[in-house]
């Protein structure tokens, strides 16, 4: 099972990655996780991506498909792969689909999540992170037990740079100029499925289960 997870930022597709990955032990592919940990660790496409990513800006495609494809090539996909924020421009997406068929590996589904801008911003301006275990929590819709600690494993929290309000406005400027257009190259290929991204996490993972089930 190949499937790329399509939305706007806050639309819930880390979460719903992270429940189908515990869950069902596919293989679980964020860009964002991946650049954010090369940034952490001062690894040359750290450097280089750091300063696109403070402003919220898209980091330049053909760094971004070389470390994807590197990454599905090494990881273990017995049971498939879910690509969470990957491919964000048209240009992505032709890339790593010609690169997948080589593989004989082509992507099986699409999710879009859709979601309103309003819950997006909501969202991503109360998201926190756990600095040692990357859990996500909501300072209102899923706050830690104890404030600024992380309920899993006693970590600090902390929030994203990028989840400022005006870095935030950066990154949806950026989806609606550059990624939405994939919801037109996927319902093209026909893989693609439309899910509301605005619904609780466990009702958005009940659909996206009863639609894979008959593969998983
Ligand atoms: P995310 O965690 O998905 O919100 O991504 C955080 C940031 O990482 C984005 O704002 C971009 O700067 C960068 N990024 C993530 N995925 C991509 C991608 N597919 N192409 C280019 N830049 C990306």
Redesign the pocket.
């Known amino acids: 099972m190949r499937l790329v997870f399509l939305g706007p930022?806050g639309a819930g597709k880390g979460t719903q990655a992270v429940m189908l990955s515990e869950r069902r032990g596919i293989l679980h592919l964020?860009?964002?996780d991946i650049?954010r940990e090369n940034v952490k660790r001062r690894t040359e496409i750290g450097k280089k991506a750091k300063s696109?990513?403070e402003k919220?800006?898209?980091?330049p495609d053909d760094m971004?498909i070389e470390m994807m494809i590197e990454t599905i090539k090494t990881g273990n996909k017995d049971k498939g792969f879910i690509l969470d924020?990957?491919?964000?421009t048209l240009y992505?997406a032709k890339k790593i689909d010609g690169e997948l068929e080589g593989l004989n590996l082509p992507i099986d589904t699409v999710f879009y999540f859709k979601t309103s801008i309003d819950i997006v911003i909501f969202r991503l301006t109360g998201r926190r992170l756990c600095k040692d275990c990357g859990a996500n929590y909501h300072i209102k819709n899923m706050p830690p037990k104890k404030e600024d600690v992380c309920d899993k494993c006693g970590g600090e929290l902390y929030q994203r740079k990028?989840d400022s309000e005006e870095t935030i406005k950066k990154?949806l400027e950026v989806y609606n100029s550059q990624t939405e257009e994939l919801i037109g190259y996927y319902r093209g290929k026909g893989i693609l499925k439309e899910l509301s991204g605005d619904l609780d996490a466990d009702v958005v993972y009940e659909e996206i289960f009863g639609i894979l089930k008959k593969d998983l």
């Open positions: 930022p964020s860009t964002g650049l696109f990513m919220g800006e898209l980091v971004v924020g990957f491919p964000r992505q990028d990154r």
